[in-house]
C-alpha cells in the first residue's frame, strides 16, 4: 500500500502563493503518478494536476496558468507551486499516488488532506 503524507496548506489572500508538497513511500522500487485533487465544502472531489513517471503533465483548465506542478529526481515525492491563488481555490486538496514498477502499477494511496483556504 502507497502511504502519503502531504504539507504546505494554509490560508493565504487571493492572488497569494502557496506550495503544497507531498511524499509517497511504502512500496519498494516504486517510482510514481502523482497527482492532485481538490474538493470544496459541498462539492465533488475534483482533479487538479498530475505527472506521471514519463514526464507528463497535465492541469485541470481552472488552474492552468497558475498552478504548476514537479516531481523530486528520485519520483516520490510531488510539488503543487500554486500562484496567483483565488477564492475559489480554497478547498481541501489531496495527494494521489501509483506505484509503478516496470510499467505495472502496483498500488495506490490517498494522502490526508491539507487544506488552502483564500480569502478575497
Known amino acids: 500500500r502507497v502511504q502519503l503524507v502531504e504539507s504546505g496548506g494554509g490560508s493565504v489572500q487571493a492572488g497569494g502563493s502557496l506550495r503544497l508538497s507531498c511524499a509517497a513511500s511504502?512500496?519498494?522500487?516504486?517510482?510514481?503518478?502523482m497527482s492532485w485533487y481538490r474538493q470544496a465544502p459541498g462539492k465533488e472531489r475534483e482533479f487538479v494536476s498530475s505527472?506521471?513517471?514519463?514526464?507528463?503533465?497535465s492541469y485541470a483548465d481552472s488552474v492552468k496558468g497558475r498552478i504548476t506542478i514537479s516531481q523530486n529526481n528520485a519520483k516520490n515525492t510531488v510539488y503543487l507551486q500554486m500562484n496567483s491563488l483565488k477564492p475559489e481555490d480554497t478547498a481541501m486538496y489531496y495527494c494521489?499516488?501509483?506505484?509503478?514498477?516496470?510499467?505495472?502499477?502496483?498500488?495506490?494511496?490517498w494522502g490526508q488532506g491539507t487544506q488552502v483556504t483564500v480569502s478575497s
Open positions: 505527472i506521471i513517471t514519463d514526464g507528463r503533465i
Open positions: 494521489q499516488a501509483v506505484c509503478v514498477v516496470g510499467g505495472d502499477r502496483l498500488g495506490s494511496g
Open positions: 511504502g512500496l519498494l522500487f516504486c517510482t510514481y503518478d
